[in-house]
Each structure stands twice: as C-alpha cells, then as structure tokens.
C-alpha cells in the first residue's frame, strides 16, 4: 500500500469510507502486480514522458475511486489547489483536469489513479469472440511496445478488473471531474472535523 494511500486510510479510519476504500486499495494493488509481471514478461512499456493519453481525455470512474481521488486532494495539503481545475477543465472532455504537462510524472494523483489509466496500455482486452488481445496504444509512436499480440493462456484483462471493481461499487459512473468535485464537497466537512481546524486555519466558516 503507498504512502498517499496509508495515510487517507488513517484519517478515515473511524468512518465507513474505511473498509470499502481498503478494498479499492487491494484490488490496485492486485492490478498492478499482476499488470507489471505482463508488462515485464511481453516488454510493454510507454515512451519515455508519454502522458498523451491523459491529454485526450477525461476518464469515466466510479464513485467509490472518486472517493479515494477527493480523500486524496484533501489530505495532502500540497494538492489542494487542484480541487480549483475540478470546476474549471475537462469539462468537455481532454485533458484530464488532473494533468499536468509540465511535471515529468504528468499525472498529480498518480498514488490514487483511477482503474482505467492504471490499465491502458497495460492489460489485454477480450475481443467479440472473448479472446486476449493486447493492441498497441495509437499514442506509442515510439514503439515502445508490441503492435498486436493474442494469448492462448489467461493474462490480464481489461473486462475482469472492470467487473472486479463494479463488484466493490455499483454506484454512478461519470467522467473525473464531475465525480471527484461531488467527493470532495462530500468528504470536506467530514475530513475538517476529523482534522479539526486544519482547512479553517482562520475560523471562518467552511465551505458546504
Ligand atoms: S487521473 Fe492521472 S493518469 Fe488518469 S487521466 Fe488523469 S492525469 Fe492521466
């Protein structure tokens, strides 16, 4: 478990975001052992700096991985200028609001990613007939991974992390924006009376 991800943990430890955020936790931790053994094993790799696919689009994600995005944003202090661009960007689609082309990790919440951007370009998908595939992402001009490869074995599917997820949350599904700026107007008063006065440093009245 990182550290970003311990620490949410802590401060919601009495609450019953606890467990079902720890389950969240398990399973990423679960994708990403079993994305990287594939991605070692078939020498998949994004181009060196790549963040193209963040700047294409806004990803559609479950209530239960905007909870831990939201958590995020309010308990690191250093993020919380990003809950602004929840308001401002992506909101008609790319980039991700929580890009940042600047930064050579590009992704400001890369300890709390949601599913989809831990998956791309990292796991197969099943074709109409439920066969594995991997297809090179249409970004990698670099070639840094194979064009096309078919598995006759069981790897990594896009399709079984999806439903394993849904299993975890069957709320909404929306895009980013819209789901993690509903999060963090959920979860900041909860996580200011928790805190105590750590967002309210001047006792004016918290925001709703
Ligand atoms: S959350 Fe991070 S990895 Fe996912 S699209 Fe946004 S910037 Fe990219």
């Known amino acids: 478990m990182n550290h970003a991800i311990i620490e949410i943990l802590s401060v919601l430890k009495e609450t ?12 990423y931790e679960q994708i990403e ?18 963040g193209t696919c963040c700047e294409h689009f806004n990803p559609d994600i479950t209530a239960l991985e905007a909870s831990l995005v939201a958590a995020h944003l309010l308990v690191d202090g250093e993020k919380r200028h990003l809950i602004d661009r929840l308001y401002t ?9 929580l890009y940042d082309k600047g930064s050579p990790y590009h992704c400001t919440v890369y300890a709390v ?25 249409k970004y990698n001009r670099e ?30 599904v929306d895009i980013l924006s819209v789901q ?25 009245p918290l925001a709703s």
């Open 180 to 204: 993690v700026r509903q999060l963090v107007e959920e979860l900041q008063f909860l996580i200011s009376l928790i805190e105590g006065s750590a967002f309210n440093d001047d006792d004016s």
């Open 89 to 97: 960007e992506g909101v008609d689609g790319g980039p991700c609001p």
């Open 113 to 137: 990613r949601p599913l989809i951007c831990r998956l791309f370009g990292a796991a197969s998908s099943a074709d109409k007939n439920g066969r594995a595939i991997f297809r090179r992402c």
């Open 33 to 50: 052992d079993e994305t990287g053994r594939f991605k070692d094993e078939y020498s998949i790799g994004c181009g060196p700096g790549c």
């Open 16 to 27: 019953h975001h606890h467990q079902r955020l720890e389950r969240l936790s398990s399973l």
């Open 143 to 172: 070639e840094t991974m194979p064009l096309s490869l078919t598995f006759d074995r069981p790897v990594p599917l896009m399709q079984h992390y999806s439903y394993a997820l849904r299993s975890l949350d069957e709320g909404r």
